[in-house]
């Protein structure tokens, strides 16, 4: 546990974008709670043993060698004398969770190696290096992915898992000493080896920037063991990564220098159920720079103007680390920092424990309709490539089908896979579909998304490394006919589900004040706190409009609170030091206009906590970000040769046992605000929503591959929505 007197308040002042919410010690229930939470931690098997430990610190030191002797061999294969081949070198880095300390057992270890300007990627680090580990005994499962967005070779080292990345900097020999955090490293430099290097600046930022790094490590291992089981830890399908969880959980450690992890976790929690974003949350001021490297700015750049969630890097050159957010994965991410917030609110009154906050999100009970997505290959190697170029476009479907639908239609991707153990080479991935929350389901209205499958379908033949017997297919299904594997044990669990420790019929009664309708209504509510000391420092507070899921929060009285929360919103600085609050810029970082009074305040806490926010409506994700052009739609490879391999199986599915994930049965966030699509209106009877199969065409027959011509795409998929209400007599 780390001690509470760690940083002191001058100190605090001085991290971050704001003064801290609160500067008080812990209190004796603070220090029960954290030891509990540790127990728990310790006791879910989330620390590595000693030995493994060991493990890892002598494979680190066997890659470093490695990559010295290659440095050397490259540096004697290109002519150099023996003198510089004796001083040519290469040194190995580490960033991510194990740097920071919060790595888990069997997880992967992220590397960098950085070498001289004279050893390329291309030909030396995917050539070279890549042959030296293929040919050692104790490598396997080695596999380079040059085209990554951040190229990478991965693979297991006496069976630990490296991802090891490349950076030649503009050095002919890199000293032992090498600060990678330095700017100059920078220079003269390609931009594959600026994203390479950003891993190990912004965990060591990171680590500068947080008051106690040990309360800081034990409450992000904490928010990604809890993220886990919520189904919310994925930056491919569209949630946050390690570093996004990282950056949200430094900037709640500013917030509050002295708090334990049991606070810390609580604050999380209350932080984020209020944020309102789009408005960035960054642990420092961006500045541009001095070598012109391009940083995160929306007011100049169209591209971040789209980006729902942003999450800004400390380091230079400072980017947004969560542009993968969609509206759709926003929508499950509020959902469960709403969830979090009530539980942590009942742990301070005794009335939970840890234990509920970790309940795995029950993901085939929360939604009625699915997306099934099947994938196979003719053998191991095969269906290793397949499957991770699948994977990094299945965010791309939930994008479509925001575009296609106007986001009336929202989707909630499984960040995991399933496979059939009587099947060989196949893998099988889900998405949940719901209405958005807030809409109006005209009699008849359907969402043919038919057209959007294929669409995506080819986008994924176009993978430049395609062969014969890579196939997907895709297809709806119901709750009740969702596949026996993909339970723990292959048994249905029975209805009805509990979420959260409630049934979902007692969590919609429960909400039942926080309605859409209540938020329409414009119900002024006061934010509730719970920090029993604070300093005063602003003015009033006044009362304010529910919040983003439109619920009533329980006033507990700290005004302070309010002057805080907006001190600290109004300091998400832009570069140069100009407030993403300013008039010129407010306009440009959220997705539409608001539809009441303006918020564009990036609701952090404050000292006295939950500050009176107009948040009479959701901010730009909610509204109508689905008429911002997403310019990922179109960034398809051009393979002429794979346009026309497109191929279909079907078959039934057996998986074998997995483990479920988080959730919120289909209550929804409270939509009022303008932007919405014509079409749309607000339910007036509170009733859900609920997706009808009409029609389910055979799967497309294979296509001649000879022809660069694209045959006509089929339909596949058209889901129509009833009303629950009317579909039980009710």
């Known amino acids: 546990m780390g001690s509470p007197g760690s940083s002191n308040s ?5 991290l971050g974008l704001s003064d801290p919410i609160f500067t008080g010690g812990p209190t004796e229930f603070d220090v029960i709670k954290t030891r509990e939470l540790e127990k728990f931690l310790a006791d879910v098997g989330l620390y590595e043993s000693q030995e493994e430990a060991i493990k890892r610190e002598e494979v680190l030191g066997r890659l470093d060698q ?20 004796q001083e040519a070198n290469a040194k190995i880095f580490t960033f991510g969770s194990y740097r920071l300390g919060v790595h888990g057992p069997g997880a992967d270890i992220d590397t960098l190696c950085v070498g001289p300007r004279h050893a390329t990627r291309d030909e030396d680090f995917f050539g070279q290096l890549y042959k030296m580990l293929a040919e050692m005994p104790e490598i396997q499962e080695l596999h380079p992915v040059p085209d990554a967005h951040v190229p990478v070779l991965k693979f297991k080292f006496s069976g630990v898992s490296i991802d090891l990345l490349y950076a030649n900097v503009a050095l002919w020999a890199i000293p032992e000493d090498l600060d990678v955090s330095q700017d100059s490293i920078l220079e003269n430099v390609d931009e594959q080896t600026v994203l390479s290097l950003n891993g190990c600046r912004v965990t060591d930022q990171i680590l ?78 961006i500045q541009e720079g001095s070598l012109g490297l391009p940083v995160w700015d929306p007011r100049k750049k169209f591209q971040d103007r ?5 999450i800004i890097t400390p380091a230079y050159p400072c980017m947004n680390s969560s542009y993968n957010v969609s509206t759709s994965t926003l929508r499950v991410m509020m959902d469960e920092f709403q969830r979090g917030n009530e539980i942590c609110e009942s742990m301070e009154k005794n009335k939970a424990g840890w234990m509920t906050l970790f309940e795995p999100f029950p993901f ?41 639908t106007k986001s009336m239609l929202q989707c909630h991707p499984h960040p995991g896979e399933f496979s059939d153990k009587s099947r060989p080479f196949h893998y099988c991935y889900f998405m949940g579909l719901r209405r958005k929350a ?49 339970f723990p044990g292959g048994i249905r669990p029975p209805q ?81 030091n100009i407030s993403c609050r300013d008039q010129e810029v407010e306009g440009s970082v959220r997705c539409s206009p608001p539809a009441g009074p303006s918020s564009s305040s990036s609701l952090s806490l404050s000292a006295g906590e939950e500050k009176q926010l107009n948040t009479e409506q959701p901010s730009g994700p909610f509204v109508s970000c689905h008429h911002s052009p997403l310019k990922e739609l179109d960034d398809l490879e051009n393979d002429a040769g794979l346009t026309n391999q497109v191929h279909d199986f ?81």
Not at 10 to 14: D, F, I, N, P, S
Not at 66 to 85: C, H, M, T
Not at 531 to 545: K, L, M
Not at 701 to 725: D, E, H, Q
């Open 10 to 14: 001058a100190t605090a002042q001085r």
């Open 66 to 85: 490695i990559v010295k002797i290659w440095v050397k061999n490259i540096s004697r294969a290109k002519g150099f004398n023996e003198q510089l081949v």
């Open 364 to 404: 085939f009970e929360a939604y009625r309709n699915y997306l099934q997505i099947d994938i196979e290959a003719e053998n191991d190697d095969d269906l290793r490539k397949w499957k991770g170029w699948i994977e990094s476009r299945i965010r791309q479907l939930t994008l479509k089908i925001e575009r296609d």
């Open 306 to 310: 789209q980006h729902l969630m942003p």
């Open 496 to 576: 009805p589900t509990k979420v959260a420790g409630e049934t979902l019929s007692t969590a919609k009664t429960k909400r039942s004040s926080g309605s859409p309708d209540a938020a329409m209504n414009g119900k002024k509510i006061k934010l509730d706190e719970v920090d029993s000391g604070t300093n005063s420092r602003g003015p009033q507070c006044h009362a304010v409009e529910t919040d983003h899921a439109g619920l009533p929060v329980e006033t507990r009285a700290n005004e302070q609170f309010e002057a805080d929360v907006e001190n600290i919103s109004n300091n998400a600085i832009c570069p140069e």
């Open 650 to 730: 079907g078959g039934t599915m057996k998986v074998g046992p997995v483990q479920s994930l988080t959730a919120k049965e289909e209550g929804g966030i409270a939509e009022a605000g303008k932007g919405v699509g014509s079409s749309s209106k607000f339910l007036q009877n509170g009733g859900l929503e609920e997706l009808e199969p009409i029609e389910l065409t055979a799967p497309i027959s294979n296509v001649a591959s000879t022809s660069t011509s694209v045959a006509p795409m089929k339909p596949l998929i058209r889901l129509n929505f009833t009303s629950l209400t009317k579909a039980t007599g009710q």
């Open 208 to 285: 500068c920037l947080v008051p106690n790094i040990q309360n800081f490590c034990t409450t992000l291992r904490c928010m990604r063991f809890w993220a886990k089981r919520r189904g919310v830890y994925s930056d491919v399908t569209g949630f946050l990564g390690g570093i996004d969880w990282a950056l949200l959980v430094a900037r709640i450690c500013q917030l509050y220098p002295n708090a334990l992890p049991s606070m810390l976790v609580s604050r999380f929690f209350r932080v984020y159920n209020l944020w309102r974003w789009p408005n960035p949350v960054m642990l420092c001021p």
């Open 438 to 486: 807030g809409t109006n389901a005209q009699e008849g209205e359907q969402f043919d998304i038919r057209l959007t499958v294929e669409e995506f379908k080819h986008s994924v033949f176009m993978y430049h490394s395609w062969s014969r017997g890579m196939l997907i297919h895709v297809c709806h299904v119901r709750r009740k006919n969702i596949p026996l594997f993909v």
